[in-house]
């Protein structure tokens, strides 16, 4: 199964638009800051993988934080739709679990803008920007819905 997930590179018809999210493929090492139900913050380091999947029309990740939801890791699948220009996304985590889906795209600053629900209908945003060849930032919000987003999750990446 891995063999026939795993591809080698970007589909040759749309590489230029598929390094949006391609240009993070690799291994990171990151800094987690997140809000937990409690309300609390709390720290923790981790480790973000990215890679071309399904032929190079997507890009999945597994997010691995040990001291995070009782070490289970989430994985996104980011598949860009060559019909609207826009990136579908599916994140799971099936431990907690939780899922959102989005869609994604450039946020005209150099970095992306995904935006959706989460598995409880909660309106959710997710933003990567500061993007360089070495490092980058997430944030993830979430908001009710009439409401303002809110900040409950952020991370410092920087290429392993």
């Known amino acids: 199964m891995l063999e026939l997930l795993s591809a080698d590179g970007p589909d040759p018809d749309n ?5 949006l999210y391609g240009r993070l493929v690799g291994t990171w090492n ?6 937990f139900g409690d ?11 990215f890679g ?10 597994v997010l691995f934080c040990p001291e995070f939801h009782d070490r ?21 985590s099936p431990k ?3 899922y959102f889906s989005q869609v994604g795209r450039p946020d005209g600053e ?6 959706g629900t ?25 908001a009710a819905p009439d409401g303002e987003f809110e900040l409950f999750q952020e991370m410092h990446a920087t290429r392993a």
Do not use: C, H, K
């Open 15 to 19: 590489a230029e638009a598929m390094m």
């Open 30 to 35: 990151i800094s987690n800051r997140y809000r």
């Open 39 to 49: 309300g609390q913050w709390r720290s923790a380091a981790g480790e973000w993988r």
């Open 52 to 61: 071309w999947v399904l032929g190079g029309r997507a890009v999945q990740d």
């Open 72 to 92: 289970f890791p989430g994985t996104t699948i980011r598949m860009y739709d060559v019909t609207t220009g826009l990136w579908q996304i599916t994140w799971i």
């Open 96 to 98: 907690l679990p939780s």
């Open 110 to 115: 150099g970095g992306m803008i995904q935006e």
């Open 118 to 142: 989460d598995s409880e209908g909660r309106r959710s945003r997710w933003t990567f920007s500061d993007v360089t060849p070495t490092s980058f930032r997430w944030q993830g919000f979430s």
